[in-house]
T-cell receptor, first 111, second 114 residues
Framework: RKEVEQDPGPFNVPEGATVAFNCTYSNSASQSFFWYRQDCRKEPKLLMSVYSSGNEDGRFTAQLNRASQYISLLIRDSKLSDSATYLCVVNKGARDDKIIFGKGTRLHILP | DGGITQSPKYLFRKEGQNVTLSCEQNLNHDAMYWYRQDPGQGLRLIYYSQIVNDFQKGDIAEGYSVSREKKESFPLTVTSAQKNPTAFYLC?????????????FGPGTRLTVT
């Protein structure tokens, strides 16, 4: 199993729809999780942290499932501006500060 | 405005030449990082530094070197020993190390070596 795995997509979704995608991780000792957003040919930008209890920021909801070792990102009422690549970020383990970036999931919102 | 700057945005070099990419931050962050991103790939860590005058190798340090003489600056040298240097290079910083500190990225430098 890869350390961090994401479906590369692309996911083509009509504007206004709800879309969700997951990211699986292999190390059960991983403690910290983030979602970053990367626009084409730009730097990644932090979208949101993923807490054990789940968290919501406007139209975005992130959740953690430790038992199945995945995190998820849900986008409601999708906008054209949500089109981007979404990167999952996980730390290597409880004692390892290094982080691993997933290869990303490409999302295209269609008008 | 606080942030991270990388220059130049596009850099072209001939094979066999060393090249240094700059990274400056005015966020007063202790930790700084260099990543490389290839098309369709995730970010891979080259080097990181937790404090001035100290740095550690990441997963793909071969063919690269860094220095951290000042808190604000973390330049990366791509040496001629790096076999596939053409890539998008991203510098990041965080308040501390450990994933509880989010990393903030500079705009990146696209290096093309021919």
């Amino acid at each position: 199993r890869k350390e961090v795995e994401q479906d590369p997509g692309p996911f083509n979704v009509p504007e206004g729809a709800t879309v969700a995608f997951n990211c699986t991780y292999s190390n059960s000792a991983s403690q910290s999780f983030f979602w970053y957003r990367q626009d084409c040919r730009k730097e990644p930008k932090l979208l949101m942290s993923v807490y054990s209890s789940g968290n919501e920021d406007g139209r975005f909801t992130a959740q953690l499932n430790r038992a199945s070792q995945y995190i998820s990102l849900l986008i409601r009422d999708s906008k054209l501006s949500d089109s981007a690549t979404y990167l999952c970020v996980v730390n290597k383990g409880a004692r390892d500060d290094k982080i691993i970036f997933g290869k990303g999931t490409r999302l295209h919102i269609l008008p | 405005d606080g942030g991270i700057t990388q220059s130049p945005k596009y850099l072209f070099r001939k094979e066999g030449q060393n090249v240094t990419l700059s990274c400056e931050q005015n966020l007063n962050h202790d930790a700084m990082y260099w990543y490389r991103q290839d098309p369709g790939q995730g970010l891979r860590l080259i080097y990181y530094s937790q404090i001035v005058n100290d740095f550690q190798k990441g997963d793909i340090a071969e063919g690269y070197s860094v220095s951290r003489e000042k808190k604000e600056s973390f330049p990366l040298t791509v040496t001629s020993a790096q076999k596939n240097p053409t890539a998008f290079y991203l510098c990041a910083s965080s308040q501390g190390t450990g994933l509880r500190y989010e990393q903030y990225f500079g705009p990146g430098t696209r290096l093309t070596v021919t």
